[in-house]
């Protein structure tokens, strides 16, 4: 909770600039402080705009300003990372993890992507020299970097299914997704293990609604997708999305 009040004491300082015509440009930053950021704007009523230059990227750069801005202010690098896919496999732990190595804040990397076998990275501006320089190795794999100038998808896929549960419930739904009882739902929402839509939720009746995004930390993350109406027996008929 300490880290989440520090980056809103820093927020407010970043939108009191904004309203005195500065230009903020904000490093990346997950789903989860995206959110926080995000609403505190909403609250605030202060501009905002983001952008990861990869689509659909889990991290984001943000910038809080009074003027229009363009996506080249954002300040993001996106490099593919050059292999011998014969000789090695690359994944995402050990392209961050190598990263990370060289000194690298996790705020200065966006998302890393990995689509049949290519790999992307995005990273400001800022960081995109000692990157070039430096980042030479992932693992024992000898790499290159080649800027990429073309948009890069991250691409999500999701595996629909229907369930018949007795409400939309956050426990109920967590159990039937996961297949565990009610009980460890509960347990792992009062944990604070349960985001809905990229914000802690600890409130196990919490009611869940269609296109709400629900991510459960060691399980997963899964979308309420379709209400199908009702069963004979007045359970619903969910069609639940679980991301793979």
Do not use: W
């Amino acid at each position: 909770m300490e880290d989440v009040i520090k980056f809103k004491k820093r927020i407010e300082s970043a939108i009191e600039r904004s309203y005195m015509g500065n230009v903020v440009l904000l490093p990346f930053l997950d789903e989860t402080y995206g959110a926080i950021l995000e609403e505190m704007c909403k609250y605030q009523k202060a501009p905002l705009e983001k952008y990861g230059k990869i689509i659909n990227a889990d991290r984001n750069r943000y910038i809080l300003s009074q003027y229009d801005v363009s996506d080249d202010d954002f300040k993001i690098v996106v490099y593919k990372i050059k292999y011998n896919k014969k000789y090695y496999e690359i994944n995402h732990r050990n392209v961050l993890g190598s990263l990370m190595g060289l000194g690298i804040k996790r705020e200065s990397l966006g998302a890393i992507v990995i689509n049949n076998g290519d790999v992307y990275i995005a990273c400001t501006e800022e960081i995109s020299k000692f990157i070039e320089s430096e980042f030479k190795f992932v693992g024992k794999a000898p790499i290159e970097l080649e800027e990429c100038n073309e948009r890069i998808e991250n691409v999500i896929r999701y595996e629909d299914k229907n369930y018949f549960i007795s409400s939309l419930r956050i426990d109920c739904v967590i159990s039937a997704i996961y297949g565990i009882s009610r009980s460890e739902a509960q347990e792992l929402i009062i944990e604070g293990l349960v985001q809905v839509n990229h914000i802690i939720n600890m409130n196990v009746s919490h009611v869940l609604k269609i296109d709400d995004i629900v991510s459960v930390r060691h399980k997963g993350k899964f979308k309420v997708t379709a209400l199908n109406g009702k069963t004979r027996s007045d359970r619903l008929n969910v069609t639940l999305s679980k991301r793979v």
